[in-house]
């Protein structure tokens, strides 16, 4: 190769270089995970008497932890700012919505962390949910605002692994992606509480969190040297300017059947894990009989699995294809999980292997659903399709806690225990859903050839 060749390049045919920068986005969207679920594991803290476990207890309701849980997705949901988010992205770029978004997820965590940190008098009133402490409100406002950060820090940093490998390594690299992600996740079910027990109380690990996501901000600002670069690069070696973003372009994806079937696999296979891991330390702790410190360590082998099945399945996916047919089966195992939950068998042995089969599925749908979105949508819409199935997926993260706090409510007994079968018996049917929305997904991509049944590699 000549030296002109050589200049002529994109940065992002440098294998060190795109792995460098999916490396720099991935620490942080692996800081946000790990404050996402930081408060999943505090359940049992957050809902104990006032006063109660050495004085750390916060007298939370079941149906305050669950308003809480799903306040993540609510300004997403009913204020659409998710969706705005990803016109920003199409529209601005991936540096300007980056550092937004990480700069929202650092306000939200702070906001969070002062309410679970203080008393407060009194109530609120909230419209359609019903009323809770002024603590627990002042607690979601802040998840909320961090939820918003959070999501659209996502589908930027899914659109900055789509135009660093594409025609590479992509299901791959979004598999390590989601990998690292879950590192954080695991890192909070199974560290969060042993933590704040440790530092004398739940807004301990919060502080941590927040902590983590201004290392967050910093991390991402690294990032953006290395985009501009690539961006410089990319102009250099360009035979014909890429075409912009459009409004008038967003019909064309409104009209894309495969997009929705993807959209609300992506709804109802997260319903089925995200809202049970937020409730899955106190099943453990109910049905299972696990010691409370302990508890956290066995929804906490779910995303362990992912670490190394997501890359693994990916690799599949780039060398071999078959994208839906993976999702087939990953949905399918995702039932059967929660199928198995909801039966009154309640060996903990048995809640190990069935949290392990869940990461297996949780490796396998993530793997090749995110890569398939750009073999449908072209580039310059995929910060929008991307936020829209970030959108639909939120609804459920913000309704779905709050439902299912509501029935956990009224499945306790008398000596405060909880009966969970009509708890997983929801989740199995989410479970259902998505099975029939994969085959339909199959069926189109025959019909359209969107090549979701194709290698991504190109040879």
């Known amino acids: 190769m000549?030296?002109?060749?050589?200049?002529?390049?994109?940065?992002?045919?440098?294998?060190?270089?795109?792995?460098?920068?999916?490396?720099?986005?991935?620490?942080?969207?692996?800081?946000?995970?790990?404050?996402?679920?930081?408060?999943?594991?505090?359940?049992?803290l957050l809902?104990?008497?006032?006063?109660?476990?050495?004085?750390?207890?916060?007298?939370?309701?079941?149906?305050?932890?669950?308003?809480?849980?799903?306040?993540?997705?609510?300004?997403?949901?009913?204020?659409?700012?998710?969706?705005?988010?990803?016109?920003?992205?199409?529209?601005?770029?991936?540096?300007?919505?980056?550092?937004?978004?990480?700069?929202?997820?650092?306000?939200?965590?702070?906001?969070?962390?002062?309410?679970?940190?203080?008393?407060?008098?009194?109530?609120?009133?909230?419209?359609?949910?019903?009323?809770?402490?002024?603590?627990?409100?002042?607690?979601?406002?802040?998840?909320?605002?961090?939820?918003?950060?959070?999501?659209?820090?996502?589908?930027?940093?899914?659109?900055?692994?789509?135009?660093?490998?594409?025609?590479h390594e992509l299901a791959l690299a979004m598999g390590v992606q989601v990998a690292?992600?879950?590192?954080?996740?695991?890192?909070?079910?199974?560290?969060?509480?042993?933590?704040?027990?440790?530092?004398?109380?739940?807004?301990?690990?919060?502080?941590?969190?927040?902590?983590?996501?201004?290392?967050?901000?910093?991390?991402?600002?690294?990032?953006?040297?290395m985009d501009k670069k690539e961006d410089a690069s990319a102009a250099a070696v360009a035979t014909e300017p890429e075409e912009g973003f459009k409004f008038s372009d967003l019909g064309g994806l409104f009209k894309t059947t495969g997009f929705w079937y993807v959209a609300f696999l992506c709804l109802m296979f997260y319903a089925g894990v995200f809202p049970f891991l937020k409730f899955a330390t106190k099943l453990m702790i109910f049905k299972y009989g696990v010691d409370a410190n302990l508890a956290g360590l066995i929804p906490a082998m779910l995303p362990f699995g992912t670490i190394f099945l997501t890359p693994f399945f990916g690799s599949i996916y780039d060398k071999y294809g078959k994208g839906a047919t993976l999702m087939i089966i990953g949905s399918c195992l995702l039932t059967l999980v929660h199928g198995v939950f909801a039966l009154p068998l309640n060996s903990w042995v048995l809640a190990i292997v069935m949290m392990l089969i869940l990461g297996v599925a949780f490796g396998l749908v993530p793997s090749a659903m995110w890569p398939s979105v750009p073999k449908i949508i072209p580039m310059k819409l995929l910060g929008t399709a991307y936020a829209l199935i970030f959108y639909i997926q939120n609804i459920g993260l913000a309704l779905i806690p709050v439902w299912i706090g509501k029935v956990n409510q009224a499945n306790t007994g008398a000596d405060g225990v909880i009966d969970y079968t009509e708890t997983m018996t929801i989740f199995a049917a989410f479970g259902v859903i998505a099975i029939v929305i994969s085959f339909l997904l199959l069926l189109e991509d025959k019909r359209k050839g969107y090549g979701l049944q194709q290698p991504n590699v190109k040879k």
Not at 201 to 222: N, Q
């Open 2 to 44: 000549s030296t002109t060749e050589k200049i002529q390049m994109k940065l992002s045919d440098s294998k060190s270089a795109r792995w460098t920068a999916l490396f720099i986005v991935s620490v942080t969207m692996m800081f946000g995970y790990f404050f996402t679920d930081v408060m999943s594991p505090l359940e049992p």
């Open 180 to 225: 690292t992600a879950r590192l954080g996740t695991a890192a909070a079910l199974g560290f969060s509480l042993p933590f704040a027990k440790a530092m004398g109380g739940v807004s301990a690990s919060i502080a941590l969190g927040a902590v983590l996501l201004c290392a967050g901000v910093l991390v991402y600002l690294v990032y953006c040297v």
């Open 47 to 167: 809902t104990a008497a006032k006063g109660a476990e050495n004085g750390l207890g916060l007298g939370w309701s079941s149906d305050e932890y669950g308003f809480f849980s799903g306040a993540y997705g609510y300004f997403n949901v009913f204020l659409l700012l998710l969706f705005f988010g990803g016109l920003i992205l199409d529209k601005f770029g991936i540096r300007f919505t980056g550092v937004l978004s990480t700069v929202l997820m650092f306000g939200g965590a702070l906001v969070k962390w002062y309410a679970v940190g203080h008393e407060f008098g009194g109530s609120v009133v909230v419209p359609f949910f019903g009323t809770y402490s002024t603590q627990v409100v002042i607690a979601a406002l802040g998840f909320a605002i961090y939820g918003v950060g959070c999501e659209i820090c996502g589908i930027t940093v899914s659109k900055v692994i789509v135009k660093w490998f594409t025609g």
